[in-house]
C-alpha cells in the first residue's frame, strides 16, 4: 500500500519529535556518567556536558574501595533476590486465589486489598507493628512490609481469570487436586506474568530505600540505595558547618554512586523491557 | 457425595479458617502495646542513690572545668547522625579516649544525617529513642514535648556543674530562657558559645579594591558607592551576583536595617526561622518588622541596587552552583558568603583563575542606618534526654556525663582534638595538629601525605561532639585560621550585639493558632519582598497598598494576639 503524503510527512515529524525526547531525557544521564569520569576542576566549572573531560578513574578506586560500599551492595542485592522471591509467591498465591469464582468471601479480600492502595497506617504506627512484631533490624523488615503490591494483585489476578476454566475442570476431573492445578496447570502458562512481574518487584527491591532506613540501625545492613541517598540528600539541618562538611562528598562522587547503583539495572532493562511492555497490557484485557 | 464433594467441604473449611488467622494476625498487630503510652510530665530522678557510681568535683571550679570520672564502667545509648563526609567507624580512637577519660561506652545508634529528623520522629514516637539525641537545634524539640518523651532539662540543670557554670560565667541565660516553654521549663540543652561566632558575610575580590584604590566597605551606603564604582570600571560586568537567592543577604541585612532578622525564605533554605518581629525594649512591645517603615528602607535599598544594574537580577532565582561559577570564573566581584565556603571558594579559583592571580577576603558585617548591629544567638543545636535515660539506674552519672562531655572544657577539647601529645599540641593556648596528622575539612596540615585524617580515621572533630567555632573562646578560636580570628573579633569589636528578644509563651493551642495566622502573611511578605527587589512592583507606589494587605490577611491581629501573651505572661512570672 502506498504511503500518502501527509502521512510520511506525519513520520518525520513523530520521528524528529520522539528524538528530541530521547535527547532531552538522554542528556541528564550522559552528564551523570560523563561526570563520574571527570577531573573535579572542570565539574566545578561546569565545563562537563556530555562527555568526560580530564578522563581519570580515580573516584571510581575511591568507591570501590571503600567496604562499606561493597557490603551495602551485596546487601542490596540480598534483599532483592529474597524479596522479589517473597513477593513472587505471595502475590501469586493471593491472586491465584482471588481469581477463582467460586472462593467464598472473594469480594471481601479483593476490598481489603485495593483498600489498602488508598489507605496506609502512617510512618510510625507501621514501624510500631514491625517493631513488635520483632521484626525491626532484620532482613524480614524489609522484605516482608508490602511484600503484596496491591496493584500488581489486580493485574496479576486479571490475568489468572483469563485464562481458561475448561483446563482446571478438566484436570480436576481427572483427580488433580488444586495445588496440583496450581503448580501444574497454571502456572506454566503464566511465564510472562511471572516474568513481568519479577521484573517490577526486583527493580523495587533494588531501589528500596525506605523500609531500611526506618526498620535498619546498622550500616552494614543498609542497602546500596540508602549509602546513595546518604551522600546525596545532604544535611536535612541548617547547620553551616556540616552542611558544608558534606560539601566535601563532592560532585564527581556522587556522579559514580549513581552509576554503580543504577548499572545492573540499565543493562538488565533492554533484555526485558519486551516483558515490561507486554506486562502493561496482560492484565488489561480479558478472555 | 463423591470424593471431590468431601474434598470441596474440607477445603472450604480449611480455608475459612485460614481466613480467620489472618484476620486474628492482623487484628494482633493492632493491640496497643504497653510501652509508652502513658503521657507524664517529667519528673527529675530522686529514687535512686544520689551521685551513684559518679565522682565528680564537688563545690566550685572555674566554670567548664568540672571534672568526671564513672566510677564503675557503665554504657549509655546515643543517637549519632552520620555525616557520609566522614562516616561511623567502629575501630574509632574517639570511643576509646572516651572510655579512658570517663569509664562510659557510648552505644551508638547510627542514623544517616539526611534522614536524622525523621528518624529522630519515629523512634521517639515509638518510644525506642537512645538515651542522648543531640543535633537538636532549639525549636526541633517542641514536637516532642507533649509526648512525654524528652526530659524537662531546666530541672536537671542543677546536676549539670559545667553546664550551669558556663550559663553564668558567659551571661547566657537571657539566650536560654529563649527556650522556655509555657510551663516555665525548657526541653533542650543548648550548646554554648563564649562569644558571638558571626559567620555569613559578603566576600568581595579585593585584588581588584586595591588595584583601583577602593576601600572596604564598612556600611551598606559604602558598599553601594563600591559596586558604583566597579561598575563605572567595568561596565560589562554586573559587581554583585549573589547566591541563597537573596535570603542570605536580606539576613545580614535586617540588623543594619531593622534590628531584626529579615532574612528570606528560599525554596532551598529558610533564613527566616520564623522571624517576625522586632522588639522595641523602649516600648516593651513587639511589632511586626515587615510594615515598619524601616523594612521599606532596607528593600528600597536594594531595590536601588538591582535598578541601577549593580545587583544581579538573576540572583533571586539563580542556583547556588551558578552564582559561585560567575565570582569564580571573575564574572562578578561579591557574592555572600559563610567561612567554610571561602576555603571552597579559593579552591575552586585557584584551579580556575591561577594561584596568586586574585584575592578574595570578607567585608565586616556592614552598618545601616539603625545602628551597626548583630542579631543572634550565641547557643546552638543542643541535646534531649528520653525517658530512658531517666529509667537508667545510672541516671546521674548519665548527667555528669553528658555535661562534662559537651560541657566541659576538658571534654570538649578531648571530642575536637584529641589526645593531648599524641594528635595534637596546646601551647599558650595555640593548638597545633601534630605530624602524622590532617585534617584538610578545617584546614589543618592540608598537604600532609600518608597521614591520618582526624575526623575519617579517628573520629575527633566530628559534628556531633563538637560545635566548629563554638565552647570556650580558646577553644573556639582554635581550628580558625588567623583571617577567621581576626575578622570574627574586629566584628565583635566594632559592631554591637543586640540583646535577644524576651521569649512570647504561648501555649501549645495559641502557638499553633499564632503559626496558622502567620504563615499566609509571611508568604505574602516573602512574595512582595522579591517584587520590590527585582523592582516589579514600584517600592513607592506600591507599599502602601502591600501594608494594607498584609493587615487584610491579619498581621495586626497576630501581633495584637502576640503582645497580649507576652505582657499576661510577664504578669504571672
Same mark, same amino acid.
Request: hydrophobic share 40%.
Given at each position: ?5 501527509s ?5 518525520? =515529524? +513523530?520521528? $524528529? ?11 541528564? !544521564?550522559?552528564?551523570?556518567? %560523563? ?35 561493597w ?22 498465591i493471593f ?8 472462593l ?5 479480600f ?17 514501624y ?13 523488615a ?8 496491591? =496493584? +500488581?494483585? $489486580? ?5 489468572f ?5 475448561? !483446563?482446571?475442570?478438566?484436570a %480436576? ?10 503448580a ?8 510472562p ?17 525506605f523500609?531500611?532506613?526506618l ?19 545532604g544535611a ?5 558547618t ?5 560539601g ?10 549513581i ?6 539495572i ?6 526485558l ?6 506486562g ?8 | ?9 474440607v477445603r ?12 486474628a ?9 504497653g ?20 565522682s ?12 568526671f ?17 566522614y562516616p561511623?567507624?567502629?575501630d ?12 562510659v561506652?557510648?552505644?551508638v ?14 523512634l ?29 532539662v531546666?530541672?536537671l ?14 551571661n ?25 561566632n ?9 585584588d581588584?579594591?586595591k ?15 563600591v ?7 567595568y561596565p ?36 527566616n ?11 516593651d ?19 536601588k ?20 561559577s560567575?565570582?569564580?570564573?571573575g ?15 579559593r579552591?575552586?579559583?585557584d ?57 566541659s572544657?576538658?571534654g ?11 594528635t595534637?599540641?596546646v ?19 592540608p598537604?600532609?601525605k ?9 573520629g ?6 563538637i ?28 559592631r554591637?550585639l ?30 512582595m ?15 502602601d ?8 490577611k ?20
Amino acid at each position: 500500500m502506498k504511503e500518502s503524503a501527509s502521512y510520511r510527512v506525519f513520520r518525520v =515529524f +513523530n520521528a $524528529i519529535l520522539l528524538l528530541i525526547v530521547v535527547a532531552v531525557t538522554l542528556f541528564p !544521564l550522559l552528564n551523570v556518567v %560523563a561526570k563520574s569520569f571527570s577531573d573535579m576542576k572542570y565539574i566545578a566549572s561546569n565545563a562537563v556536558t556530555f562527555y568526560p573531560k580530564g578522563f581519570n578513574l580515580k573516584t571510581y578506586r575511591l568507591i570501590m574501595s571503600d567496604s562499606m560500599f561493597w557490603i551495602d551492595y551485596k546487601n542490596t542485592v540480598v534483599y532483592t533476590v529474597v524479596g522479589t522471591f517473597i513477593n513472587l509467591f505471595m502475590t501469586t498465591i493471593f491472586a491465584y486465589a482471588l481469581s477463582v469464582p467460586r472462593l467464598m468471601g472473594r469480594k471481601f479480600f479483593t476490598g481489603l486489598a485495593v483498600f489498602t492502595m488508598f489507605f496506609n497506617g502512617g510512618m510510625i504506627p507501621n514501624y510500631l507493628l514491625v517493631r513488635n512484631l520483632g521484626m525491626r533490624n532484620t532482613l524480614w523488615a524489609v522484605v516482608v512490609p508490602g511484600a503484596i503490591s496491591a =496493584f +500488581n494483585l $489486580i493485574v496479576m489476578r486479571t490475568f489468572f481469570e483469563g485464562l481458561p476454566r475448561e !483446563l482446571e475442570e478438566a484436570a %480436576a476431573i481427572d483427580g488433580m487436586g488444586t495445588y496440583g492445578i496450581v503448580a501444574h496447570i497454571v502456572l506454566p502458562l503464566s511465564k510472562p506474568i511471572l516474568a513481568t512481574m519479577t521484573l517490577f518487584y526486583a527493580v523495587g527491591m533494588w531501589n528500596t530505600w525506605f523500609g531500611p532506613f526506618l526498620y535498619l540501625d546498622r550500616p552494614e545492613a543498609f542497602p546500596v540505595s540508602l549509602y546513595l541517598r546518604n551522600i546525596i540528600a545532604g544535611a536535612s539541618q541548617a547547620s553551616g558547618t556540616d552542611a558544608d562538611a558534606l560539601g566535601e562528598v563532592a560532585s564527581n562522587v556522587k556522579a559514580v554512586t549513581i552509576v554503580l547503583t543504577a548499572l545492573p539495572i540499565i543493562c538488565v532493562y533492554p533484555f526485558l523491557q519486551k516483558y515490561f511492555v507486554q506486562g502493561m497490557t496482560l492484565g488489561s484485557v480479558k478472555g | 457425595m463423591s470424593v471431590i464433594g468431601r474434598k470441596v467441604v474440607v477445603r472450604k473449611i480449611a480455608a475459612a479458617c485460614l481466613a480467620f488467622a489472618v484476620i486474628a494476625v492482623s487484628a494482633a498487630g493492632c493491640s496497643p502495646s504497653g510501652k509508652g503510652e502513658a503521657v507524664s510530665s517529667a519528673q527529675p530522678a530522686s529514687s535512686e542513690a544520689a551521685s551513684q557510681g559518679a565522682s565528680s568535683q564537688a563545690d566550685s571550679a572555674a566554670p567548664g572545668e568540672y571534672d568526671f570520672k564513672s566510677e564503675k564502667p557503665v554504657t549509655f545509648s546515643l543517637m549519632f547522625s552520620d555525616n557520609p563526609g566522614y562516616p561511623l567507624k567502629n575501630d574509632w580512637k574517639l570511643w576509646d579516649a572516651i572510655k579512658d577519660a570517663t569509664n562510659v561506652t557510648l552505644d551508638v545508634m547510627v542514623v544517616p544525617m539526611a534522614s536524622y529528623n525523621d528518624k529522630r520522629s519515629v523512634l521517639i514516637a515509638s518510644g525506642d529513642a537512645p538515651e542522648i539525641i543531640p543535633k537538636t537545634y532549639p525549636g526541633q524539640e517542641v514536637p516532642f514535648i507533649p509526648s512525654g518523651q524528652i526530659l524537662a532539662v531546666s530541672d536537671l540543670a542543677d546536676k549539670m556543674p559545667n553546664y550551669s557554670s558556663e550559663v553564668k560565667a558567659w551571661n547566657l541565660q537571657s539566650d536560654v530562657n529563649t527556650l522556655l516553654q509555657k510551663n516555665g521549663k525548657y526541653y533542650v540543652l543548648p550548646e554554648l558559645h563564649e562569644s558571638f561566632n558571626v559567620d555569613y558575610s559578603l566576600c568581595v575580590r579585593t585584588d581588584i579594591l586595591k588595584k583601583n584604590s577602593i576601600a572596604m566597605p564598612e556600611s551598606w551606603d559604602d558598599v553601594y558607592s563600591v559596586l558604583k564604582k566597579l561598575k563605572e570600571l567595568y561596565p560589562d560586568v554586573t559587581p554583585f551576583s549573589d547566591r541563597w537567592q537573596l535570603g542570605a543577604l536580606l539576613q545580614i541585612a535586617g540588623p543594619g536595617f531593622c534590628k531584626t532578622n529579615t532574612g528570606l525564605k528560599t525554596a532551598g533554605a529558610d533564613w527566616n526561622s520564623g522571624s517576625t518581629f522586632y522588639y522595641d525594649k523602649d516600648q516593651d512591645q513587639f511589632v511586626f518588622y515587615p510594615t515598619m517603615e524601616e523594612y521599606k528602607t532596607e528593600l528600597s535599598y536594594f531595590s536601588k541596587l538591582v535598578k541601577e544594574g549593580l545587583l544581579d537580577k538573576e540572583s533571586a532565582t539563580q542556583s547556588d552552583d551558578q552564582a559561585k561559577s560567575k565570582f569564580e570564573n571573575g564574572k562578578s566581584f561579591m557574592i555572600t558568603t559563610n567561612s567554610q565556603e571561602m576555603n571552597d571558594l579559593r579552591t575552586k579559583m585557584d584551579a580556575i583563575l591561577g594561584e596568586g592571580k586574585y584575592e578574595v577576603a570578607k567585608t565586616n558585617i556592614p552598618a545601616g542606618p539603625a545602628g551597626a548591629n548583630l542579631v543572634g544567638t550565641r547557643l546552638e543545636n543542643g541535646i534531649m534526654l528520653t525517658k530512658k535515660a531517666q529509667e537508667d539506674p545510672n541516671f546521674e552519672t548519665l548527667l555528669k556525663f553528658v555535661d562534662w562531655l559537651w560541657y566541659s572544657k576538658e571534654g570538649e577539647t578531648l571530642a575536637k582534638w584529641g589526645i593531648e601529645g599524641e594528635t595534637y599540641t596546646v601551647k599558650d593556648g595555640k593548638y597545633t595538629l601534630n605530624e602524622g596528622y590532617t585534617c584538610p575539612a578545617y584546614g589543618l596540615n592540608p598537604d600532609a601525605k600518608d597521614a591520618k585524617d582526624l575526623r575519617k580515621d579517628l573520629g575527633f572533630g566530628c559534628g556531633v561532639f563538637i560545635l566548629t567555632a563554638g565552647g570556650p573562646n580558646e577553644l573556639a578560636y582554635s581550628m580558625m585560621n588567623d583571617e577567621e580570628k581576626a575578622f570574627i573579633e574586629n566584628v565583635n569589636k566594632t559592631r554591637t550585639l543586640l540583646p535577644s528578644a524576651p521569649t512570647i509563651l504561648y501555649d501549645e493551642d495559641q502557638r499553633e493558632a499564632q503559626n496558622l495566622l502567620v504563615q499566609p502573611v509571611m508568604d505574602y511578605v516573602n512574595q512582595m519582598s522579591y517584587k520590590f527587589i527585582l523592582g516589579q512592583t514600584d517600592i513607592d507606589t506600591g507599599w502602601d497598598a502591600y501594608v494594607q494587605q498584609c493587615k487584610t490577611k491579619g498581621s495586626e491581629k497576630y501581633t495584637e494576639t502576640a503582645n497580649s501573651v507576652y505582657q499576661e505572661s510577664k504578669k504571672a512570672q
